[in-house]
């Protein structure tokens, strides 16, 4: 088999390995009953808020919550109550990047865009640049110990977190579930640094018992 052959079929196979583990940990996701899921996620919201490096951003990039995810509504709340500058991302399916506006009145700015999500409606918002996050809320599926991490299969947020500051940190608020402690992972895929479960906080690289 020629080199190029082989870099296909490994391709492929990687994206059949992450599309597996994906599946499966959404199906476990979204069976996790309704009380609990809102329960866990007022926890973990709880926890994030209390982050030194949240509480030190002025400016956050955040997420609307979807489906089974953790529930972010709480946490877009006290980051406007907070005075801190809050940012959403839009997709654009034509760059197939990620656009990032200022929100400071989430109901008369957002409408469900792609996939059903809450996004800003451009014309009522301020375009941002990728520079002024500094704190930046990664969404996802599965997450591992080394801090590789399993997205929707955009690649949208691996295009985007190369862009932003160097030491702006890399936060997922994920339920316990969705944790393993290794995923498949390629060249482009991009690691984070923290994972905040109703457990506790996972930072990558600290051994779990020294936490
Ligand atoms: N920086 C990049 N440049 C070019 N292609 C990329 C880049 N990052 C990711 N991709 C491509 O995007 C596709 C989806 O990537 P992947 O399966 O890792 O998505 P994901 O991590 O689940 O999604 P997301 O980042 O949106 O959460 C893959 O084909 C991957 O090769
Ligand atoms: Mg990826």
Redesign the pocket.
């Known amino acids: 088999m020629s080199t190029m052959a082989e870099n296909e079929s490994a391709a492929r196979t990687l994206y059949q390995r ?1 599309a597996m583990l994906r599946t499966a940990v959404l199906a476990e996701r979204d069976a996790l009953p309704l009380p609990l899921r809102k329960e866990r996620s007022r926890a973990i919201v709880g926890t994030i808020t209390a982050l030194p490096g949240f509480r030190g951003a002025r400016s956050v990039l955040l997420t609307s919550s979807f489906g089974s995810e953790v529930e972010t509504g709480e946490l877009i709340a006290q980051t406007l109550a907070s005075g801190k500058t809050l940012l959403l991302p839009r997709v654009n399916k034509e760059s197939r990047m990620l656009e990032l506006y200022g929100i400071a009145d989430p109901e008369s700015q957002l409408a469900r865009g792609t996939y059903g999500i809450a996004e800003p409606r451009p014309e009522r918002c301020r375009c941002a640049a990728y520079g002024e996050v500094e704190w930046v809320l990664v969404p996802g599926v599965v997450y591992a110990d080394d801090g ?4 929707y ?1 955009g ?1 949208y ?2 295009r985007l977190l190369p862009l932003l500051p160097a030491a702006t940190p890399r936060v997922s608020a994920a339920f316990q579930l969705q944790r393993r402690s290794e995923v498949p ?2 060249v ?3 690691k984070i640094g923290m994972v905040v479960t109703e457990s506790g906080v996972y930072r990558v690289g600290v051994p779990e018992t020294a936490r």
């Open positions: 992450k590789f991490r399993i997205g299969g690649g947020y691996d992972h390629g482009h895929d991009q």
